[in-house]
């Protein structure tokens, strides 16, 4: 069994930080991936950023503004949100791609998602 816990996301003021975290643990054998997406009122889910390998992918929305990171000891994801818009309003979920030890082939896993709300 795989749990993949969030940070409380919270409300912030145009222009501000926030800092979300994602602690994976359970019976994994190997983390290839992890990222986190956001889902907006009406819209549909979106990859926000990833890191994979060590190599980060950012959505074209957030790019300058939004840095993933990773602990790999504690199999922990970080994504630093900086000069934060009302856009960027959404319930963001973990995400990590990983091999159980149990399984031969990698599967998908989420969290279970915290709202970040931007407004003054």
């Known amino acids: 069994q795989v749990h993949l816990v969030e940070s409380a996301g919270g409300l912030v003021q145009p222009g501000g930080s926030l800092r979300l975290s994602c602690a994976a643990s359970g019976s994994i054998f190997r983390i290839n991936a992890m990222g986190w997406y956001r889902q907006a009122p009406g819209k549909q889910r979106e990859l926000v950023a990833t890191i994979r390998g060590g190599s980060t992918h950012y959505a074209d929305s957030v790019k300058g503004r939004f840095t993933i990171s990773r602990d790999y000891v504690t199999n922990t994801v970080y994504l630093q949100m900086d000069s934060l818009k009302p856009e960027d309003t959404a319930v963001y979920y973990c995400?990590?791609?990983?091999?159980?030890?149990?399984?031969?082939?990698?599967?998908?896993?989420w969290g279970q998602g915290t709202q970040v709300t931007v407004s003054s």
């Open positions: 995400n990590a791609v990983l091999v159980t030890n149990w399984d031969v082939s990698e599967r998908a896993y």
